[in-house]
């Protein structure tokens, strides 16, 4: 099992093929961030997590970013052609080791991005840092996948999570992504875990989406999507 920087480093070169097969719930994500912001001034952009920053650059041009768009990514080679582009800042490095005076009004951390990290505490870590980084008035959006979207994993998978969540099972969250030949652990969220690491922060959830992970469509439960988190500070 290889962790998560080596996996990626593996998949950077067919990654383009991953991110189409999933177009429509990743451009319906893009879109809500576009609207999520479109009563504030964006100066200064934060992507963590942000791969080869396709979507970072898309994103950051619907919203027009008026100074400094930053990109964060632990794998080298998913931020190759990145670190090339005049406009952006790419850093290869963990969030942890990035330090900045620089306050973002828009902070992304998209596609199951925080599932790559290995403990709760990590994760509440990150919220931390990002509380940090937030300007007044700034906005965080991230999604996570969703352990108990039954539209997605099926309903029997779901039960079995929801059993094992009840049973307090050891690592109950963790699965397995990827092909034999290139496998990592990943974290699937439940909707109650969000609430645990934001309660340890000055964050606060101003919105929940649940987006259907095949077509893009919001729906009402989050047994019928993927989790997408507009947060603000208190
Ligand atoms: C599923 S990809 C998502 C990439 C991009 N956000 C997108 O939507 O296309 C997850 C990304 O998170 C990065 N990643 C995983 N753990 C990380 C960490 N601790 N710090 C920074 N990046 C991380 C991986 O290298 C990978 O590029």
């Known amino acids: 099992m290889k962790d998560s920087k080596a996996y990626y480093d593996h998949l950077a070169t067919s990654y383009n093929t991953e991110s ?17 912001v479109n009563n504030i001034r964006v100066y200064n952009f934060l992507d963590i997590g942000a791969g080869n920053g396709n979507r970072s650059i898309e994103i950051a041009n619907s919203i027009s970013v008026e100074k400094e768009i930053v990109l964060i990514d632990s794998s080298s080679k998913m931020l190759e052609n990145a670190s090339k582009l005049e406009n952006v800042k790419a850093h290869n490095t963990s969030v942890f080791d990035f330090n900045t005076s620089t306050k973002f009004d828009l902070i992304t ?3 199951n991005v925080l599932g ?11 919220f931390k840092k990002i509380s940090t980084l937030l300007a007044p008035k700034g906005v965080f959006i991230f999604d996570v996948n969703n352990r108990y979207n039954i539209n997605h994993y099926g309903l029997h998978n779901v039960e079995q999570n929801l059993k094992n969540d009840t049973l307090n099972i050891k690592d ?11 496998q990592t652990r990943v974290y699937m969220h439940s909707p109650f875990d969000i609430n645990t690491y934001i309660d340890q922060t000055d964050l606060s959830v101003e919105e929940i989406k649940y987006i259907d992970y095949t077509t893009g469509e919001t729906k009402p439960t989050f047994f019928e999507g993927q989790l997408v988190y507009k947060i603000t500070k208190l």
Do not use: M
């Open 20 to 36: 189409d097969n999933r177009k429509n719930y990743l451009t319906a994500v893009d879109k809500y961030i576009a609207k999520s």
């Open 116 to 126: 790559h990290f290995n403990t709760k505490e990590e994760r509440i870590q990150l």
């Open 109 to 111: 951390c998209l596609w």
């Open 172 to 182: 109950a969250g963790w699965f397995t992504l990827g092909e034999k030949t290139n």
